[in-house]
């Protein structure tokens, strides 16, 4: 048993230090990328891009792009993080692919979103949700997807429809000390619970 908590330590202490350095190498060629998103969103992608560490630094530049921003570059971001994703192999664990490829599949659902493409914007959780299906432990990025699903139906006039998942995300949310996450599930619960007493919501 000591062994077995021994080796697991191990690999998750390996696995991080591998996902920092993706991400270190990562951060200039987000940079260059940024600058015209829409230049790569189709090329053939580089072997040397094909890492998780890439994948979530563009994620985090999609989600990192103010409000005002041209929602289309974050769409570009996203796109490219999702192709990235899916060019993934054995060199990245499994259980990392899928969380960096369901955080792709998100920052895609929330560009589309931004642009008011709401059906698109579900059909990318759809995609995301089926990625952490086999991965009960990824339970506070399925709480994220869930939290996100939510800001989607109430966009839609069907934010009651989210009411269950979005309880349930926050309690996931709290657990894991996400403060923010969780203060952005009460927010969202309020705006429901007024748009329903308002009739705005079915």
């Known amino acids: ?66 409000e005002a921003a041209d929602p289309r570059h974050r769409l570009a971001l996203a796109l490219l993080a999702t192709r990235i994703a899916a060019a993934l192999d054995d060199r990245t664990p499994e259980i990392i692919r899928a969380q960096a490829t369901a955080h792709a599949w998100r920052a895609l659902a929330e560009a589309h979103s931004s642009k008011g493409d709401h059906p698109e914007a579900l059909l990318a959780l759809d995609h995301a949700h089926h990625t952490l299906r086999d991965h009960p432990a990824l ?36 657990d894991h000390g996400a403060h923010i996450e969780v203060a952005q599930c009460d927010r969202l619960l309020r705006l429901i619970e007024s748009g329903r007493a308002s009739g705005r919501e079915e």
Not at 36 to 62: F, M, N, Q, S
Not at 149 to 158: D, K, N, S, V, Y
């Open 1 to 66: 048993m000591k062994r077995n908590l021994a080796y697991l330590a191990a690999e998750f202490y390996r696995i991080a230090e591998q996902l920092q350095r993706e991400r270190a190498e990562a951060a200039p060629i987000v940079k260059i990328v940024s600058q015209k998103p829409w230049a790569y969103a189709h090329d053939p992608i580089p072997e040397r891009w094909t890492t998780a560490g890439l994948v979530l630094e563009l994620t985090a530049a999609a989600d990192g792009q103010p």
């Open 139 to 174: 339970t506070f990025d399925r709480a994220t997807l869930q939290l996100t699903h939510a800001h989607i139906l109430h966009h839609l006039g069907r934010g009651h429809d989210a009411l269950a998942q979005l309880a349930e995300a926050r309690t996931v949310l709290h």
